[in-house]
């Protein structure tokens, strides 16, 4: 009776950690093939190390991964993951902030639905300034292809 109770999850933690725990191992896999430096605990993170790292419901903020490439120091990447299940333009504009603070020209967003027009038009501006920013939604990012 309640053996499929955790289906869907993995190593038990619950169904919105155990999503979070997946696309964020899939996107420090996609990085890795894009030659930026993963050490090897977080690639290798088990539920439990992402459980005690990040707790039990951990704030999507709190996944915010940056990166370098290995081969250049200076190209940098942040990968941010908004709260919001629509994405507006307040939250890229701050993301932007940062960016520009940190001199990080490149970026990836993982959003949970989609990002509204308006954010869509704040993240082209800021390709037309030399910035790259990618979005993914987190359903394509559960498994790694």
């Known amino acids: 009776y309640y053996k499929n109770m955790n289906a869907g ?9 155990s999503k979070m725990f997946r696309v ?4 420090l896999k996609m990085l890795t093939k894009r030659g930026y430096i993963i050490d090897d605990a977080s690639l290798n993170m088990t539920t439990d190390q992402f459980r005690q790292r990040f707790g039990e419901n951990p704030p999507r903020e709190s996944l915010l991964i940056m990166v370098e490439k290995a081969d250049d120091a200076t190209d ?3 990968v941010f993951f908004p ?8 939250p890229i504009k701050s993301y932007c902030q940062r960016m520009v603070e940190e001199n990080v020209t490149k970026a990836i967003i993982v959003v949970k639905e989609n990002l ?4 869509k038009l704040a993240v082209k501006e800021m390709t037309q300034r030399g910035y ?4 993914f939604r987190d359903a394509e990012l559960l498994v790694d292809i």
């Open 9 to 17: 999850c993995v190593g038990g933690l619950n169904p919105e950690t």
């Open 24 to 27: 964020r191992k899939t996107c």
């Open 76 to 78: 940098q990447l942040f």
């Open 83 to 90: 709260t919001d299940e629509k994405v507006g333009v307040r």
């Open 116 to 119: 509204t027009p308006f954010a």
């Open 132 to 135: 790259r920013i990618e979005y």
